[in-house]
């Protein structure tokens, strides 16, 4: 099946499955655990080092059946060959979407017909070897002849959030003596107060922006070039040792003023949100240096080959895309948590929420008509056991249907048995304690726990780049499953356009307002004045 005219709902499986939904709420997930000997075995998988636990879910082996049929008579098959093998599936943009490109080898690449990409990968990611192992080796010197100590990533969204989550999390592996700082935000304190806590002779800036057009990038771009200009006595720091410049369009950095030996490059075919695998990731080869950071784009193609290549049923990334179509589409659930066990993993579900809600917040089809049910779920989340004690209550007794990811490393070189024990037990507790629930009739209702509430438990032995990258590898590959069942374009973000252009029309005071926001606009100017203007 292509994609031309698809639609989910007009299928007989989704009547079906629309009349199992109506009973759905009479079945509880702790009796089918019970009452079948062989569920646990049945509704797990395991994959690029991670292990998925999904019998905790409200789906019956009916349910399960149904939607593998819903796969089977979607446009997923030919989707996906097209996004290997470099179609321009993202067609409003008319480009291929190429992420797994950046972690495939090159005799694959060849086989998918992909030769140049290939090449151009390869020559990028001598590049980023180059590059960290200078600046790890300390050879990479400031316009003072001083060796680097502190790197500053200056990106928003997809150039910042996958590197500074892939930073955080293998921490373990990270260079003694270098520290990654990361600035997205255009708040001008986020800057002002990282360039006050470094020395500018051994600081390096990278400018990550696809475009290179990108209002907060620049802005801060600008005032840490000032910043090395006014400290260092430089005439322009952007053509100094002090900036290196990542983007897709290399006229734009140069025109910057950026030093075309300090540019690195990637392609309008890597969506901004999927360019962590690409010299995005520079400042993450510098941190936890390159064997790692291949290390990482290995555990991420394991998981592409597996998407690739496994059935449905035995599929990690479609097996999770069907069940939140289950309860997205049939459950009226509206949003996913995703709680990881893991300090290091904070910033996931922030990098989540762009990969998930920016990729498939959408509500026109392929085909350029309104869907016909909803897409792309609220992604939210927070480390455990922190979220236990806020928002913990609404999953337990709250009134919304919120099915849950947890995600558990078994064991933890950077914590203690003692510790590692309690987290751990904790997240299993509280998948056991929201499907069981507690029933006293003696007790008033307040007291009760209705349970029945859904979650998939994710575990890895240990948190490596290659778990990480298979991780959000996965993650990758179920909101494109979602896409392809939904027939929405999952690559482009033209919502966001919107917005970008009437701050702009804003700062420059060319637009008619309403009389809210021109109400509110004159108490800005009244206090700041033209500042910025
Ligand atoms: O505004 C959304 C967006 O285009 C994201 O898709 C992207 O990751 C982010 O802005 C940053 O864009 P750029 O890398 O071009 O600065």
Redesign the pocket.
């Known amino acids: 099946m292509n994609s031309q005219n698809y639609d989910i709902t007009a299928s007989s499986v989704w009547d079906a499955l629309q009349r199992l939904a109506e009973a759905a709420p009479g079945i509880r997930i702790s009796d089918l655990i019970q009452q079948d000997q062989d569920r646990v075995d049945n509704y797990s998988l395991e994959s690029a080092g991670l292990f998925l636990d999904y019998s905790k879910n409200l789906v019956t082996d009916q349910v399960m059946e149904l939607l593998l049929e819903l796969v089977a008579e979607s446009p997923l098959e030919d989707q996906r060959e097209k996004l290997f093998t470099g179609e321009k599936i993202n067609i409003t943009e008319q480009r291929p979407v190429l992420h797994t490109a950046l972690r495939a080898s090159s005799a694959r690449l060849q086989q998918d017909g992909l030769d140049r990409s290939s090449e151009l990968i390869a020559g990028q990611k001598l590049r980023i070897k180059a590059l960290s192992d200078q600046i790890r080796s300390r050879a990479w010197l400031g316009s003072t002849g001083k060796p680097v100590t502190d790197i500053v990533n200056l ?7 996958g590197p500074k989550l892939a930073c955080e999390a293998l921490k373990e592996f990270s260079h003694e003596r270098i520290n990654c700082h990361f600035v997205s935000n255009v708040d001008g304190e986020s800057i002002h107060s990282t360039l006050k806590m470094l020395e500018p002779e051994t600081t390096l800036v990278m400018v ?7 209002q ?2 620049l802005l801060n771009a600008q005032t840490a070039a000032r910043w090395f200009e006014q400290r260092l006595g430089l005439v322009n720091a952007y053509a100094s040792p002090h900036f290196i410049g990542v ?3 290399r006229q734009n950095a140069i025109k910057l003023g950026i030093k075309e030996g300090n540019i690195l490059e990637f392609w309008d075919w890597v ?3 999927y ?1 962590l695998w690409s010299t ?1 990731g520079l400042s993450v080869a510098i941190c936890i240096g390159y064997d790692n950071f291949e290390r990482m784009l290995a555990g991420a193609q394991q998981m592409d080959i597996h998407f690739r290549e496994s059935p449905a049923r035995e599929n990690m990334p479609v097996i999770l895309a069907l069940l939140g179509v289950w309860y997205s589409n049939f459950l009226a659930a509206e949003s996913h948590a995703v709680i990881p066990y893991c300090e290091r993993m904070l910033s996931l579900p922030s990098y989540l929420q ?1 990969l998930d809600m ?1 990729s498939n917040g959408k509500g026109v089809t392929l085909d350029n008509k309104p869907v016909n049910c909803s897409t792309g779920p609220i992604i939210w989340g927070q480390t455990g056991t922190s979220g236990q004690h806020s928002f913990f209550q609404l999953l337990h007794q709250g009134t919304h249907l919120i099915p849950i990811d947890f995600i558990g490393l078994l064991g933890d070189d950077l914590s203690s048995p003692e510790h590692h024990r309690v987290l751990m037990v904790n997240m299993l507790a509280q998948s056991a304690a929201l499907m069981s629930g507690k029933q006293d009739s003696a007790l008033p209702l307040y007291r009760n726990y209705p349970g029945n509430k859904p979650s998939n438990v994710l575990l890895m032995e240990k948190l490596t780049p290659e778990t990480f990258g298979a991780l959000i590898a996965l993650y990758e590959h179920k909101v494109f499953v979602q896409g392809c069942l939904w027939n929405i374009n999952s690559f482009d ?1 033209w919502g ?2 919107l917005g ?1 252009a009437l701050a702009n029309s804003l700062l420059e005071g060319d637009t008619e307002l309403d009389r809210s926001t021109s109400g509110l606009m004159e108490k800005l100017d009244a206090c700041l004045g033209s500042v910025g203007n």
């Open positions: 990106g928003i969204g997809g150039s910042d959030l990550s922006s696809k475009t290179f057009t990108t907060e990038t983007t897709a369009s969506g901004g949100r360019s995005i762009q920016e973000q966001v356009e970008k």
